[in-house]
């Protein structure tokens, strides 16, 4: 969808103020494929900076991505350490009930 507006970003701030991480990662699909408006483009970067959790997670799913679409192994799975803590953060800001790997 092109959706070309000559506005500049700051004045379009006021249209999405803040994402929370279940926003952020909603559009995480979207947003790897290059499919968001620019302003929702904006907003999940903002956050991705703010939080590291986010950050870690959209890494791991580029990851997943990556090595699906080369079609081999990932080469360095993301530990069950840095797995755990993303499920716990999901789990406090999102409310979701996600099971730690053992
Ligand atoms: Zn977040």
Request: proline fraction near 3%; charge should be negative; aromatic fraction near 6%.
């Amino acid at each position: 969808m092109e959706n070309n507006n000559n506005f500049d970003s700051s004045a379009n701030t006021d249209m999405i103020e803040f994402l929370d991480c279940g926003d952020v990662v909603a559009r995480f699909g979207d947003y790897v494929d290059n499919d968001l408006l620019r302003v929702e483009r904006l907003a999940v970067e903002s956050h991705l900076n703010d939080c590291p959790e986010c950050a870690a997670f959209l890494a791991s799913y580029n990851h997943v991505i990556d090595s699906a679409a080369e079609l081999r192994e990932p080469e360095e799975p993301i530990s069950v350490d840095v797995q755990n803590r993303l499920r716990k953060a999901l789990n406090q800001r999102l409310g979701l009930n996600l099971t730690y790997i053992a």
